[in-house]
């Protein structure tokens, strides 16, 4: 069955940067659309970064030029690198894949079990 697998989080100071990965198997990953979502505690789940399936991106507002996600086909890896992270990215970071494009939108068919970030100002 598809997994998907998040690691990399932590926790950091204002300005800091992370990691995160996101190990997907169980399925054809170079076929399918990959996106990354966060919530936080009284939140409600709102896509960061999504990538299609041939590297196009897409990003929330409030990451543009601090974020950046992007895959490895060969390795069925998805990745978020966060820059200049900021007290407001604290939050449960997900993976999540499907064979459709839902972008930004939290419609994905399969999730990962989310890793926590805490930035500290």
């Known amino acids: 069955q598809v997994q998907l697998v998040e690691s990399g989080g932590g926790s950091v100071h204002a300005g800091g940067s992370l990691r995160l990965s996101c190990a997907a198997s169980?399925?054809?990953?170079?076929?399918?659309?990959m996106g990354w979502f966060r919530q936080a505690p009284g939140k409600e789940r709102e896509g960061v970064a999504a990538?299609?399936?041939?590297?196009?991106?897409t990003y929330r507002n409030s990451v543009k030029g601090r974020f950046t996600i992007s895959q490895d086909n060969a390795k069925s890896t998805l990745y978020l690198q966060m820059n200049s992270l900021k007290p407001e990215d604290t939050a449960m970071y997900y993976c999540?894949?499907?064979?459709?494009?839902?972008?930004?939108?939290?419609?994905?068919?399969?999730w990962g079990q989310g890793t926590q970030v805490t930035v500290s100002s």
């Open positions: 990538i299609t399936s041939d590297g196009s991106t």
């Open positions: 999540a894949a499907d064979r459709i494009w839902w972008g930004l939108l939290p419609r994905y068919g399969y």
């Open positions: 169980g399925y054809t990953y170079s076929y399918s659309y």
